[in-house]
């Protein structure tokens, strides 16, 4: 996946490049800063700091629009049941957590830099159990800023025993 994402950006300069991989739900910052440490030859913290900004920008959108463009896609059959499986999943595996840990989950499972925990399925779940905007931005952007941490220091483990 990095190198189609590359490619896509090889026009751009680098640290738009970063930015642009981190706004994307496929990568986030988890495939952000390995391609800006990796390929694009970025120092670690500049990596980190246009990562963080990058996945954090599609976050207030989402927060404020998910819910009225869902209910609009709604109306089509494709939409729906998309919706529905996304909303659905995301309520059965995660309601025992965000019950017991409310907002506290949603950063931590935002944190937690795996495939499908990132900031973007953060705001389906802050949406699926009715967490309050602000509540929900600052879960999400601590949960982006600890899986920063988390990826760069990975990356240039990695990067280092190579």
Do not use: Q
């Not at 590359?6 to 751009?12: K, M, N, Q, T």
């Not at 996945?55 to 896609?73: A, G, H, K, Q, W």
């Not at 995660?94 to 499908?116: C, R």
């Amino acid at each position: 996946m990095a190198l189609p994402l590359v490619e896509i950006f090889s026009s751009l300069p680098a640290w738009l490049s970063t930015i642009l991989i981190a706004m994307l739900p496929v990568s986030e910052l988890r495939g952000a800063i390995p391609i800006a440490i990796g390929v694009y030859g970025m120092k670690p913290v500049d990596a980190f700091l246009l990562s963080v900004i990058g996945n954090t920008i599609p976050v207030i959108p989402l927060l404020l629009f998910l819910e009225p463009v869902s209910n609009f896609l709604r109306k089509w059959n494709f939409w729906n049941k998309f919706f529905t499986w996304l909303f659905t999943r995301t309520h059965k595996n995660h309601s025992k957590e965000f019950e017991k840990y409310g907002t506290l989950a949603l950063a931590i499972f935002v944190a937690i830099p795996l495939p499908m925990t990132g900031a973007w399925s953060g705001c389906a779940a802050a949406f699926v159990f009715g967490i309050k905007f602000r509540n929900a931005l600052l879960a999400i952007a601590s949960g982006v800023i600890v899986a920063g941490i988390i990826v760069t220091l990975v990356t240039v483990a990695g990067i280092s025993m190579i």
